[in-house]
């Protein structure tokens, strides 16, 4: 007879089996069959993962683990539980690798989603895998392009020449938060600004309200702000700036503050501003033509820099301040052309405003340009404020107006307020200015030069014009090709696949189809709402269904994606609540980021990473293997280059899945960054060993318990306790995220559940399996089977908490004199003052001998204090 231990590599994969084969984690769906609607619903969600050919390591179970743990408790405590996985699967290192070794896309994308599934299935999360589908199936991206036929229909969807990043290595569009000091982030590809027709959507329409609605969610504050900063969203003014000599250019200008249009004294545009050629003198044509061509190759954060150095060229040309007079010398405005103006923030153009901007000021003192004062503050110290008002200093903020007025306003003495309005009211009831409300968001650049990726459902016409090809018609799939690598010209490569470009409508005249792809966002922007009801071919999502599941109750991911995807996700759930196709202004209530699993990494003395293999141990240091230099050990991201990637699989097969599980919970705070240690791996493990052998003894026949748990007998009352505590906090605990607390509260059980022996009844022992289950769910139902629990566990109802055992019998108080502690005592919870204060009296009745009490206080449950003398 084979002899039992705890042996995750035969109990994991047994269970993972029988979960698959009965369907446990199957979720049903309002209308199917045996689905119960009076259970309430928990929609529980992992940010799509993107399957790359390196597979997972250990920092991505880290928020898969904590959405299973939420996920297994919620069944267990009765509610209908939506627990999906799925794949987004478009994007450039698939395309990338087709480059490279010609093998199509579709192949590479298909081998590295079976790797991704064969790993997460190895560590037992519950997902209903019957819901799977990735971004690239036919029957998915079907929904996009008819999705994207909504945004078209509604106006939401045009096409505009903007500039863009280009890079000719890749033979795509990048978006600028992929290019880094005019590089592509992914490569390191030398990139370029070029003018392309590009599709945009007009994300901006939807501004105001996807500020205006984070207030009601539950999500991070940071990352609130992070999305309210994005957005940007900023009151003032714009006005028109009249360029001199020419009367068809005029100059808009938006600014927050226009009460210190009295202190502009130049204007500047972005080099890429249509009205730069047109107002540029014959005299500064050259060296306006070489400075646009120097911003051209400048990525906007470094053009946006504060710390780079100021330059800019002068246009030779004047704007006319309108709160003057012509003829006004104050009237005049040399415009500028700048890098540090971007043509896609506000309308392109500034105000020069240098009493009043530290960047304007730089850009005066470097190009020896006017300042005129318009502050006189009193800010204490007197040097500094004499030189504000001389114009030799910039001051940011509201202080008194001077040299403010002109014949028909004066801000002296006026709040900033008041002034704002003021010159407001003036601009307006002249025509050259208005309020206004901006953003900082601008319209989403949506098209990719790329193959893998969603193709637009539009055709295009001999005379420019363009529709949508009918949903009837949908999905429009990607041609075959032979050929993945870019041309080198600004084109996007279906442009190749001729046959397929070249089509007729519905009517039967010639056309040509849009030849772009969508970028990887579109996928991700609404696969939640696909998982509710993936195998629907009439609608993206039934109306019961969306109904019913929405919104997610939890999302869990990486707070890299704090901005650009749950904007654009939450851009498009707007849209479709307008459509009236959801019930819910936004996609997901409660957001929560893990913090990212970092390693072991090691430094030399210049500060050069250097790869773990090239490490030693020397004694409590580190060396160099080869040259014997010094080392430091210090914590950074996983990566090939430093060889510091740890395979989930490895430990797998060394520890089991509920280890891993376990162990990455156990870490610390699930928001906190933290190093992964292979070295505390196996304290973990042997936490599971004692779990185990509270249960089954060692070495004994396979399948057996100890002797005490084979039938039913009273519970220890001491235990009783214990567990009833456990189990209060790991649930309060679960539903906080707070994990590793929980985790401490069960392995306190378990030391003080060991010492008692066969102390621990049945009864206690199925519900700490019932506990432990959520962390390491294959030892759960392996012991909760051989203790005859029952059904299977995963649908077991959490154990009962009774209130009273909460509470403590006796507690422990401190009995000071005039402050100071002279003893503790043990009285009972419930004891009066009066049983209390005899019980301290008796304590320390010697330290209290010869003396007068004057005051006795008691503050229940933790002190009493004497004031004697």
């Not at 306003?409 to 003036?426: C, H, N, P, Q, R």
Request: proline content about 5%; glycine content about 6%.
């Amino acid at each position: 007879m084979a002899k039992q231990n705890y042996n995750p590599a035969e109990i994991e994969p047994r269970w993972q089996a029988y979960w698959e084969e009965e369907g446990v984690f199957r979720c049903l769906n309002p209308g199917d069959a045996g689905f119960d609607e009076s259970r309430p619903k928990y929609y529980v969600l992992d940010m799509f993962p993107y399957p790359s050919g390196a597979g997972l390591h250990v920092g991505h179970p880290e928020g898969y683990t904590a959405t299973d743990i939420m996920a297994r408790f919620k069944r267990m405590r009765g509610f209908n539980v939506l627990h999906p996985m799925g794949w987004d699967a478009f994007g450039l290192p698939a395309e990338q690798h087709a480059i490279r070794t010609g093998t199509h896309p579709a192949i590479s994308t298909a081998e590295n989603i079976n790797m991704f599934r064969r790993q997460l299935k190895a560590l037992g999360f519950s997902y209903d895998w019957d819901r799977e589908f990735a971004t690239t199936d036919e029957e998915y991206f079907r929904w996009t392009q008819w999705i994207f036929s909504q945004l078209y229909e509604r106006g939401l969807a045009y096409v505009s020449e903007v500039p863009v990043w280009w890079c000719p290595e890749m033979g795509t569009v990048l978006a600028n938060e992929e290019v880094i000091n005019g590089r592509s982030e992914r490569g390191d590809f030398e990139c370029e600004r070029r003018p392309l027709k590009q599709w945009m959507l007009r994300i901006t329409d939807y501004a105001e309200r996807l500020l205006a609605d984070l207030d009601g969610l539950d999500w991070p504050e940071s990352v609130k702000t992070m999305q309210r900063e994005w957005i940007g969203k900023s009151e003032g003014a714009e006005v028109s700036f009249q360029v001199a000599g020419h009367q068809d250019a005029v100059i808009d200008v938006f600014t927050t503050r226009p009460d210190t249009l009295f202190g502009a004294s130049f204007m500047v545009l972005a080099p890429e501003h249509p009205l730069v050629d047109q107002i540029t003198s014959a005299a500064q044509k050259d060296a306006v033509a070489d400075y646009k061509r120097m911003a051209a190759s400048k990525s906007e954060l470094d053009r946006t820099d504060l710390a780079r150095e100021m330059s800019g060229v002068f246009t030779g040309a004047y704007g006319l301040n309108p709160l003057f007079a012509a003829d006004d010398p104050r009237a005049k405005l040399p415009v500028w052309i700048a890098d540090y103006v971007i043509v896609t923030y506000g309308t392109g153009a500034i105000m020069a405003v240098p009493a009043g901007d530290d960047r304007d000021f730089r850009f005066t003192q470097e190009f020896d340009l006017p300042v005129p004062a318009i502050f006189a503050p009193k800010t204490g110290d007197a040097d500094r404020d004499a030189a504000i008002a001389a114009g030799k200093e910039c001051f940011v903020g509201e202080a008194p107006y001077i040299n403010s007025s002109n014949a028909e306003i004066d801000l002296t003495g006026k709040s900033m307020v008041e002034a704002k309005k003021l010159v407001i009211e003036y601009l307006s009831g002249r025509e050259v200015g208005k309020s206004k409300i901006t953003y900082r968001l601008r319209d989403w650049l949506f098209s990719r030069q790329r193959y893998w990726g969603e193709p637009f459902p539009v055709l295009h016409y001999e005379d420019g014009s363009h529709a949508l090809v009918p949903d009837s018609d949908l999905p429009i799939t990607l041609p075959e090709v032979d050929d993945y690598r870019p041309s080198g010209r600004p084109e996007a490569l279906l442009a190749k696949a001729e046959d397929w470009v070249k089509t007729r409508d519905a009517a039967g005249r010639e056309c040509k189809r849009e030849t772009n792809t969508m970028p990887n966002w579109a996928g991700s922007c609404w696969y939640y709402l696909r998982f509710l009801d993936p195998k629907n071919s009439q609608r993206f999502v039934s109306e019961a269904a969306e109904k019913y599941w929405m919104p997610v109750d939890l999302y869990i991911g990486g707070v890299e994606h704090a901005v650009l995807h749950l904007l654009y996700a939450r851009f498009w759930h707007k849209v479709l609540y307008d459509l009236g196709q959801v019930h819910t202004k936004e996609p997901f209530q409660k957001l929560y980021n893990q913090g990212m699993i970092l390693s072991f990494a090691y430094e030399d003395e210049r500060g050069a990473t250097v790869p773990v293999s090239d490490a030693e141990e020397d004694g409590e240091a580190y060396r160099h293997k080869k040259t014997g230099v010094p080392l430091k050990q210090v914590v950074a991201k996983m990566s090939k280059t430093l060889q510091n990637v740890v395979n989930p699989d490895e430990v797998i097969s060394d520890y089991g899945a509920d280890t891993l599980r376990l162990y990455e919970m156990f870490m610390g705070p699930l928001a906190d960054a933290k190093p992964w240690n292979t070295k505390d791996v196996p304290g973990t493990h042997r936490f599971l060993n004692r779990v185990w052998r509270l249960i089954c003894p060692e070495d004994s026949e396979q399948g057996s318990i100890h002797a005490h748990l084979a039938a039913e007998r009273d519970s220890d009352a001491d235990l009783e306790r214990l567990l009833h505590r456990c189990i209060h906090k790991v649930a309060g605990d679960i539903e906080r995220l707070a994990f590793n607390t929980a985790i401490a509260a069960m392995m306190n059980f378990v030391n003080e559940a060991t010492k008692a022996g066969d102390k621990l009844s049945r009864s206690q022992a199925l519900r700490f399996v019932q506990c432990i289950a959520p962390f390491a769910p294959h030892l759960g139902e392996e012991l909760w089977s051989r203790l005859g629990g029952g059904e299977v566990l995963v649908y077991a109802s959490w154990p009962l908490v009774d209130e009273s055992l909460l509470q403590d019998d006796m507690v422990e108080m401190a009995v000071q004199i005039l402050g100071k502690l002279r003893a503790r005592i043990q009285v009972p919870a419930d004891a009066g003052e009066d049983v209390i204060l005899e019980m301290a009296r008796a304590a320390v009745k010697d330290q209290l001998a010869g003396k007068t009490i004057r005051k006795e206080i008691v503050v229940k449950g933790r002190l009493v204090n004497f004031v004697a003398n």
